[in-house]
């Protein structure tokens, strides 16, 4: 069993290492010659706000982030892939984000591989990695290897944003029309051709099939008929997204409640009904700054089961699990 520390103590400990006020951690805490490294693995269906607590927490920690969303791997598709931008990551490295050749297959296996190297780089220069992404069935593969190569080397601390179905589904709805508004329909248009194989790569991303008939009608259609098949599509990709997040938020319950992960569930649905400055404090209050908190009393738990473990000064009776 973990040794648990109380949060006021966790709380003194971590702003003693404070570099500056806006909560950056001194890199040596995260010291690569660790017996166990330290990884934060972000869960949640697709729309729930993961990147941006990705973001929050990599600004507050020293910390970078690891892709895995198996569409979000591939280049392209900025847009309809709902990748994050340049701005919005803050300066944060990120990793596995666009690196694939778009009609490349990519497995779990190739996930596992990536991330184990990119975990392996990022603790070398004594940060944190944070796995964000909504691909449960990569993280499972990462996290439950067979040779157990990973839990023998790291400590987890699983963080999941949940939205409630329909307010997510509202919000869903929402970006998708937000997303034809940025220029999907044009990034689409180029992208898609008569040989385009939808079993590989980006072509497996919601928008490409649902608007590949559209495309292929467009040329013998009147501006109403046009206008038509194009919403049947909109509202399709919405159907599929939200289809998608269902299956997401199931697969995070199995693995919680059949594979027994210790997972920390964040309901970020107030966050959501809200809007403008209202959202971002119910934001803060609900996700952003409770993550934070569970960070810091994991790296404290953490570090302080390994100075007993270490210390001279420190006799543990044979027996007795820390």
Same mark, same amino acid.
């Given at each position: 069993? #973990?040794?648990?520390?109380?949060?006021?103590?966790?709380?003194?400990? /971590?702003?003693?290492?404070?570099? #500056?006020?806006?909560?950056?951690?001194?890199?040596?805490?995260?010291?690569?010659?660790?017996?166990?490294? #330290?990884?934060?693995?972000?869960?949640?269906?697709?729309?729930?706000?993961?990147?941006?607590?990705?973001?929050?927490?990599?600004?507050?920690?020293?910390?970078?982030?690891?892709?895995?969303?198996?569409?979000? /791997?591939?280049?392209?598709?900025?847009?309809?892939?709902?990748?994050?931008?340049?701005?919005?990551?803050?300066?944060?490295?990120?990793?596995?984000?666009?690196?694939?050749?778009?009609?490349?297959?990519?497995?779990?296996?190739?996930?596992?591989?990536?991330?184990?190297?990119?975990?392996?780089?990022?603790?070398?220069?004594?940060?944190?990695?944070?796995?964000? +992404?909504?691909?449960?069935?990569?993280?499972?593969?990462?996290?439950?290897?067979?040779?157990?190569?990973?839990?023998?080397?790291?400590?987890?601390?699983?963080?999941? /944003?949940?939205?409630? #179905?329909?307010?997510?589904?509202?919000?869903?709805?929402?970006?998708?029309?937000?997303?034809?508004?940025? +220029?999907? %329909?044009?990034?689409?248009?180029?992208?898609?051709?008569?040989?385009?194989?939808?079993?590989?790569?980006?072509?497996?991303?919601?928008?490409?099939?649902?608007?590949?008939?559209?495309?292929?009608?467009?040329?013998?259609?009147?501006?109403?008929?046009?206008?038509?098949?194009?919403?049947?599509?909109?509202?399709?990709?919405?159907?599929?997204?939200?289809?998608?997040? &269902?299956?997401?938020?199931?697969?995070?319950?199995?693995?919680?409640?059949?594979?027994?992960?210790?997972?920390?569930?964040?309901?970020?649905?107030?966050?959501?009904r809200r809007s403008g400055g209202e959202a971002d404090e119910a934001w803060e209050e609900l996700v952003a700054g409770p993550s934070?908190?569970? %960070?810091?009393?994991?790296?404290?738990?953490?570090?302080?089961?390994?100075?007993?473990?270490?210390?001279?000064?420190?006799? /543990?009776? &044979?027996?007795?699990?820390?």
């Amino acid at each position: 069993m #973990m040794m648990r520390v109380p949060l006021s103590l966790c709380k003194e400990t /971590v702003s003693s290492l404070l570099d #500056m006020p806006s909560g950056v951690l001194k890199s040596d805490f995260f010291s690569p010659r660790r017996h166990k490294q #330290m990884v934060v693995i972000l869960m949640g269906a697709t729309g729930t706000g993961k990147s941006r607590l990705s973001i929050d927490l990599a600004t507050r920690f020293p910390a970078e982030v690891i892709n895995s969303d198996k569409i979000q /791997v591939h280049e392209g598709l900025d847009i309809v892939t709902n990748k994050i931008t340049e701005e919005e990551r803050c300066g944060v490295p990120h990793h596995l984000l666009g690196v694939i050749s778009p009609d490349a297959d990519f497995t779990a296996t190739n996930f596992v591989d990536m991330a184990s190297h990119a975990m392996d780089s990022i603790v070398s220069r004594s940060q944190l990695p944070i796995i964000a +992404g909504g691909s449960n069935s990569f993280i499972e593969a990462l996290v439950d290897d067979k040779h157990f190569r990973f839990r023998s080397k790291y400590e987890c601390c699983f963080l999941w /944003v949940d939205v409630a #179905m329909p307010v997510l589904h509202r919000y869903v709805s929402d970006r998708v029309d937000k997303m034809v508004e940025n +220029g999907m %329909v044009d990034e689409l248009r180029s992208f898609i051709d008569s040989n385009a194989n939808y079993s590989k790569g980006i072509g497996k991303a919601i928008g490409v099939p649902e608007f590949y008939r559209y495309f292929r009608a467009e040329p013998f259609l009147d501006k109403r008929g046009r206008a038509k098949l194009l919403q049947e599509a909109i509202q399709e990709i919405k159907r599929n997204t939200c289809r998608l997040a &269902c299956h997401q938020r199931e697969k995070i319950n199995r693995l919680r409640n059949k594979k027994n992960w210790k997972i920390h569930q964040l309901d970020a649905t107030e966050a959501f009904r809200r809007s403008g400055g209202e959202a971002d404090e119910a934001w803060e209050e609900l996700v952003a700054g409770p993550s934070t908190e569970m %960070v810091a009393q994991f790296v404290c738990d953490i570090r302080s089961r390994a100075a007993l473990l270490t210390s001279p000064a420190i006799r /543990v009776p &044979c027996g007795i699990m820390l």
